[in-house]
């Protein structure tokens, strides 16, 4: 009914940038927040940054000033800009979307994941 592409992750050197996006398409009428989430071998999935349908971001302090949240509501998709990545980073990150369906159903769906692996 809804789904979600995300790309952009990979291997990058300390210090290094990223840039994940995640795509929603399908039955969708309104998309409310949009984010991403993260989650470290042994820890427990954690939110990283959201942003809601008028732009406002919220970010965890551990990435304020390093990572950039963004969306482009005419192409349903959201944008993580990842700089001054370190090893504490590296994780498997979730985009997660809220939204309405055409059915006007209030839904959250997940992404399939892509790993981010910050090492020298």
């Known amino acids: 009914q809804v789904h979600l592409v995300e790309s952009g992750g990979g291997l990058v050197q300390p210090g290094g940038s990223l840039t994940l996006s995640c795509a929603a398409s399908g039955s969708i009428f309104r998309i409310n927040t949009m984010g991403w989430y993260r989650q470290a071998p042994g820890k427990e999935r954690e939110l990283v940054a959201d942003?809601?349908?008028?732009?406002?971001?919220n970010y965890v302090d551990s990435v304020k000033g390093r990572f950039t949240i963004s969306r482009d509501n005419a192409k349903n998709t959201v944008y993580l800009q990842m700089n001054s990545l370190n090893a504490e980073d590296t994780a498997v990150y979730y985009c997660?979307?809220?939204?309405?369906?055409?059915?006007?159903?209030?839904?959250?769906?997940w992404g399939q994941g892509t790993l981010v692996s910050v090492s020298s």
């Open positions: 942003i809601t349908s008028g732009g406002s971001p």
């Open positions: 997660n979307v809220r939204l309405v369906t055409w059915r006007l159903s209030k839904i959250e769906s």
